[in-house]
């Protein structure tokens, strides 16, 4: 059991909205076998919730939801929403949210049920906060016109069309409102690697962050 826990690889990813942490995070989860849960997603499907039933108590009612929710729902199209992406902003700045999603996103970083071989996860505090202990911390990040680029094609072959300049603004907003916020805000903590990928595609950007790990892991 002793040799396990030492080969069990933790990765942990801060980004900022539209950088591409997602794809980055499904190519290393896929390439080393480990779990996967891009934490904004679980945010995300909190305020579609909240928003589906308008519940007077929304701690009461999260609370009952979120025993249910396995990694599958999380792939549902109605969470890569701007709109509710900026109300997703708003709720994950209250504590009483953030703590129950605090505890779901540990369960997925440090339980690790047998076939994978650790964890990987993404989101604003995962470095600092989440998984701390983390063999490998990443903050990715690339310019606003470039993410507000890879969000408009994304939003685009779900069949949504969004002016550039709405798409840049909310981008703004939402980076405001990441690294501002009273809880948890968004930043770049000491031990991250810093991965700009304004310039790289997915694939570069994939290969950059595994050679990091590789060059580690020999060690």
Request: with cysteine.
């Amino acid at each position: 059991m002793k040799s396990r826990k030492n080969k069990i690889i933790r990765i942990a990813i801060d980004a900022t909205a539209g950088s591409g942490s997602t794809s980055l995070a499904l190519k290393l989860a896929q390439h080393y076998k480990l779990r996967y849960l891009d934490t904004g997603k679980v945010y995300r499907w909190c305020a579609l919730q909240i928003t589906k039933k308008k519940p007077k108590n929304e701690i009461k009612f999260l609370k009952k939801k979120i025993k249910k929710l396995n990694l599958k729902k999380l792939q549902d199209k109605k969470l890569i929403d701007d709109k509710l992406a900026q109300f997703t902003s708003q709720i994950a700045q209250k504590r009483s949210i953030r703590k129950l999603v605090f505890n779901f996103q540990k369960q997925i970083a440090y339980k690790i049920p047998e076939g994978y071989k650790g964890s990987v996860l993404n989101g604003r505090d995962i470095t600092y906060k989440i998984v701390p202990d983390a063999n490998f911390k990443f903050y990715v990040t690339a310019s606003i016109f470039e993410r507000s680029r890879r969000r408009q094609k994304e939003l685009k072959k779900l069949g949504k069309k969004i002016a550039f300049k709405e798409i840049m603004k909310s981008l703004k907003k939402r980076d405001k409102s990441d690294k501002n916020r009273k809880y948890s805000p968004l930043i770049r903590s000491p031990n991250s690697q810093l991965i700009n990928n304004t310039r790289l595609s997915i694939t570069e950007c994939f290969l950059k962050v595994k050679k990091i790990i590789d060059r580690k892991l020999k060690n």
